[in-house]
């Protein structure tokens, strides 16, 4: 995609044109611009994805979802699609080039599930094409769609809204728009929004999707070939699939790696026991220095940055994908609030006021695992980030302060908390002592009410809890501030109760760690 220019960065208004093709136009059909889509489409905001390619990204680059990112997953409605198309993370298997293996390695920190936190443990291992399959038809469920082969070659913006030209001539236009077009975004440089960061590893580095003859290699650990002269080897069979990811570096920063079928074959053959006519089948490869990167800023008027568009990091740690798709969990809301629920377009200034920190975060933390400075655990499951002392969060009641994780807990009906906030709703919810939040007084179209008698994760309080899980308010009564905190997501609440309020449940049930 050539880019020519970006014009008009105004500021943000209130005004927005009632003749657009859409309210949001989203560059970039990757994990990002389809989670993005499906949370506005789920939200009733009209939402064009704009993909230059002709099909969705082929390759499994992205393949470790963490926990965190398992519940947006859950909470967007396909995580049975996900739990049935992947599985947990192999142990690692160490082998010497000759075929003699040296021994089983774990290189993630034992975690375990509870009911504060149900998908704890290790990553689950998901083909990025086929998390992008997922969204993809989760979108077109939804009412939405992918325009493929559609070249962005000029964006301008103004006071009611932002242009988008491509290639066949069209123009389309909407209230605003999102680059999720990658690390190499045209849109980002054309928006003049800088990148900096550093190399992490000087070498280059292989990844490709191959095919292995069944009797060649198991599909039982990751395997990893860590002492051959040219550099590390590393095969991770793919659940749901016949595929191996294939991982490589380079020891030498001069290389430039051979990424056609024979020359993967090749390197294969070169730096493990497999022969090459082992290697059925390249699917997809690919080359790339390993490097992080975080842009200067997360908007420009009316155009937001997300993803690897917004900040771009080492494989190490599985950090890139889950952070992104966080990304679009957080800006999605904010955009749904101020278009269809008649917030003050300023909250759309907590996205980079948000995320820009996190981001900076999970740079440093892959970084680290990338340079072997810190194992894979608790830090890169992402479960613990929150946005506390952050401009939308505010009090603190039983364990938890504003901006926490708002954890999960199982009901004595077998319901869970998840399932009371899963949807594009603000839920107010009282546990212990706490009253007052009855549906007449707070009941409206983007804020439900629960009341339960005691839950161990959260303590005795009211907590406001956001559409994207993290806790907004919190305090031991109902205060006066509350309808002051309320009136910057929306329009006045409704005197009534809201059809498919959250009833009133018994207790939850002991929960450990959150």
């Known amino acids: 995609m050539e880019l ?22 989203v560059v970039g059909a990757g994990p990002t611009g389809l989670a993005l889509a499906c949370d506005l489409a789920r939200r009733g905001v009209s939402v064009l994805v704009l993909e230059r390619a002709d099909r969705l990204f082929p390759g499994s680059r992205g393949k470790g979802i963490q926990p965190r990112t398992m519940e947006v997953l859950d909470d967007l409605g396909v995580i049975g699609e996900v739990l049935a198309s992947g599985g947990p993370a192999p142990v690692s298997m160490a082998w010497r080039a000759s075929g003699e293996r040296l021994g089983p390695y774990d290189m993630f920190e034992p975690t375990q599930p509870t009911e504060a936190e149900p998908y704890a443990g290790r990553p689950w291992m998901l083909a990025q094409w086929r998390t992008q399959e997922i969204l993809h038809a989760r979108l077109h469920k939804l009412g939405g769609e992918v325009e493929f082969e559609a070249d962005v070659r000029e964006l301008t913006q103004d006071a009611g809204g932002v ?22 975004s045209t849109v980002r440089t054309a928006l003049g929004i800088r990148m900096k960061g550093e190399t992490v590893d000087p070498a280059p580095a292989l990844v490709a999707d191959v095919r292995i003859r069944p009797r060649a290699l198991d599909r039982d650990n990751w395997h990893l070939f860590p002492q051959t002269p040219g550099g590390l080897l590393a095969l991770c069979p793919l659940p749901g699939t016949e595929d191996f990811q294939l991982m ?5 920063e001069s290389a430039t790696p051979d990424t056609s079928p024979e020359g993967v074959r090749q390197l294969i053959a070169t730096r493990s026991h497999l022969a090459a006519d082992d290697v059925t089948e390249v699917r997809w490869a690919s080359d790339f220095r390993p490097r992080t990167a975080l842009a200067d800023s997360f908007r420009s008027g009316r155009v937001f940055l997300a993803g690897d568009a917004a900040h771009i990091h080492s494989p190490a740690g599985g950090q890139g994908l889950n952070t992104s798709v966080q990304d679009a969990y957080n800006l999605g809301w904010k955009l749904g609030q101020v278009l269809r629920h008649g917030a003050d377009p300023a909250l759309l200034d907590t996205y980079e006021a948000e995320r820009r920190p996190l981001a900076a975060e999970m ?39 504003a901006g926490d994780r708002a954890p999960d807990g199982v009901l ?29 007084a707070y009941g409206s179209a983007w804020l439900r009410t629960a009341q339960i008698p005691a839950c161990e994760a959260y303590g005795d309080g009211i907590f406001l809890v956001r559409p994207d899980g993290y806790v ?43």
């Open 4 to 25: 020519n220019s970006v014009k008009g960065a105004a500021p943000d208004s209130p005004r927005t044109d009632t003749q657009v093709d859409a309210q949001v136009i």
């Open 163 to 184: 242009s988008v030209r491509l290639g066949d001539g069209r123009t389309v236009r909407g209230a605003y728009a999102v680059a999720a077009d990658g690390g190499r």
């Open 248 to 252: 490589a570096q380079y020891a030498d």
């Open 363 to 401: 740079l440093g933390l892959s970084t680290r695992v990338h340079r072997g400075e810190q194992r894979r655990g608790a830090a890169t499951q992402q479960l613990g980030l929150g946005y506390r002392g952050g401009p939308l969060s505010s009090g603190a009641a039983g364990v938890l302060v």
């Open 412 to 440: 004595p009906d077998g319901s869970r908390l998840f399932d009371a906030y899963r949807g594009p709703h603000f839920t107010l919810l009282a546990v212990g002592g706490a009253t007052g939040i009855t549906p007449e």
């Open 472 to 514: 907004a308010w919190a305090g031991s009564e109902v205060s006066p501030e509350l309808p002051l905190i309320l009136r910057q997501f929306g329009d006045a609440l409704a005197a009534t109760r809201r059809p498919g309020a959250v009833p009133t449940a018994g207790g939850c049930r002991s929960v450990r760690g959150r």
